[in-house]
T-cell receptor, first 116, second 115 residues
Framework: DAGVTQSPTHLIKTRGQHVTLRCSPI?????VSWYQQVLGQGPQFIFQ???????GRGNFPDRFSARQFPNYSSELNVNALLLGDSALYLC???????????????FGQGTRLTVV | AQTVTQSQPEMSVQEAETVTLSCTYD???????LFWYKQPPSRQMILVIR??????QNATENRFSVNFQKAAKSFSLKISDSQLGDTAMYFC????????????FGTGTRLKVLA
């Protein structure tokens, strides 16, 4: 079975540009989350989507946005890129089990974004 | 706010030996999970072990086990019979069992297993 897939794997952008990162969850997983991992740090929560609705947002500026599509894949968009946006962007999917909570998150290999 | 602290930036262990990675966390909640994830150079975060806060019994997965001390808010990972493939960054993470289910990660411990 395919795991969480992210594209592209590497990306170089110039300050001020816009970037779109893509994520396909594990089949059957309806929840997708995005994390930013700056070099030497643990991942920081950006967004979570479930059934195409935003369920949570971390402490990131409005330049960051995301959406989830009917097939549960997701895009993360970042506008007006800054040097500080250089990081590994991780996507994770999980299953919500209603009253039982959620399964653990399964992560993709990430997109390495470099802003120059 | 919830925080997760890993006080050991780097550790090393000889192959076949045992090593313990430390993690402390802070929360006022009662319903949460704790996780250890491994991130090898391939970058993919891989679940090592998870612990439900309401369970007193420590979780075990093959060579990996945890020492969960809820009152002390401590969640250490013990790796027995260390293997070269265990070399990686290890992240401790906290997650609520409701709401956004977002993860709060520590800063990680880089573990190197020596031949």
């Amino acid at each position: 079975d395919a795991g969480v897939t992210q594209s592209p794997t590497h990306l170089i952008k110039t300050r001020g540009q816009h970037v779109t990162l893509r994520c396909s969850p594990i089949s059957g997983h309806k929840s997708v989350s995005w994390y930013q991992q700056v070099l030497g740090q643990g991942p920081q929560f950006i967004f979570q989507y479930y059934e195409k609705e935003e369920r949570g947002r971390g402490n990131f500026p409005d330049r960051f946005s995301a959406r989830q599509f009917p097939n549960y894949s997701s895009e993360l968009n970042v506008n007006a890129l800054l040097l500080g946006d250089s990081a590994l962007y991780l996507c994770a999917s999980s299953i919500f089990t209603g009253g039982q909570g959620a399964t653990e998150a399964f992560f993709g290999q990430g997109t390495r974004l470099t802003v120059v | 706010a919830q925080t997760v602290t890993q006080s050991q930036p780097e550790m090393s262990v000889q192959e076949a030996e045992t090593v313990t990675l430390s993690c402390t966390y802070d929360t006022s909640e009662n319903n949460y999970y704790l996780f250890w994830y491994k991130q090898p150079p391939s970058r993919q975060m891989i679940l090592v072990i998870r612990q439900e806060a309401y369970k007193q019994q420590n979780a075990t997965e093959n060579r990996f086990s945890v020492n969960f001390q809820k009152a002390a808010k401590s969640f250490s990972l013990k790796i027995s019979d260390s293997q070269l493939g265990d070399t990686a960054m290890y992240f401790c993470a906290f997650r609520f069992n409701s709401g956004t289910y977002k993860y709060i990660f520590g800063t990680g411990t880089r573990l190197k297993v020596l031949a």
